[in-house]
């Protein structure tokens, strides 16, 4: 996947090839996606994410390790009553985290203090 030039051009196209190859059921393509057109480097509890972490984050199991993040400012793309898309853009200073990049989020039915719970990172590094 080429990435657009304008960030706005890079989320309406991710919200777009991901909601129709998730309705679809065409988990292995956004696996493909997510793995080898973007690199990954996010992490779950301090695991570095794979292939079959990402097949059973996008296929919406939440079992295993997970950890509660706040997200703040987020553009959230409804998929299905479980499944989020979260793509938010970041620029990043620090030399332990990305420079760019979009995040994918997984939100729980639940709540906590009133607020969602957030599930299961990726980072994509643009």
Not at 91 to 104: A, C, E, R, W
Request: net charge negative.
């Amino acid at each position: 996947m080429s990435l657009p030039s304008s960030t706005l051009d890079f989320v309406k196209q991710m919200d777009s090839d991901f909601e129709k190859d998730y309705k679809d059921g065409n988990i292995d393509k956004l696996v493909k996606t997510y793995t080898e057109d973007a690199k990954i480097i996010g992490y779950d509890n301090q695991q570095w994410i794979g292939r079959e972490q990402i097949r059973q984050y996008l296929q919406g199991d939440t079992k295993g390790n997970v950890q509660t993040i706040s997200v703040q400012n987020q553009t959230i793309h409804r998929i299905n009553d479980e499944l989020f898309l979260e793509l938010c853009h970041y620029q990043l200073d620090t030399d332990s985290t990305p420079k760019n990049g979009y995040t994918i989020w997984k939100k729980s039915s639940s709540t906590s203090g009133g607020g969602p719970e957030w599930l299961r990172h990726i980072d994509v590094i643009a």
